[in-house]
């Protein structure tokens, strides 16, 4: 039987042992609203897995898309506007 091992190191080890930079906490902060909306519109469409949906649940779900697609039209504009340096 023939041993497969690595021959060199890994390539992303050395930023594996620190935590992340400012830059990336401002990122994940930015991106924030956008999360939370996925994660309502997942929640809405979990609690149809099992069940067939209802009129209501139609309603949450499509007011759940509106608001993802409200935030990421949010993030657009604003990773624009600092881009640009000015008014999108």
Do not use: C, F
Not at 2 to 26: F, M
Not at 73 to 83: I, P
Request: net charge negative; aromatic share 0%; proline share 3%.
């Amino acid at each position: 039987m023939k041993h497969i091992a690595a021959l060199q190191d890994l390539v992303t080890a050395a930023s594996l042992d620190g935590e992340p930079s400012d830059a990336e906490l401002d990122a994940i902060e930015l991106e924030m609203p956008v999360i939370l909306a996925d994660v309502d519109l997942l929640d809405a469409q979990i609690m149809t897995l099992d069940r067939p949906a209802t009129e209501l649940d139609e309603r949450r779900i499509r007011r759940a898309r509106n608001r993802v697609l409200a935030a990421r039209r949010d993030l657009t504009n604003r990773v624009g506007a600092l881009q640009s340096g000015g008014a999108a």
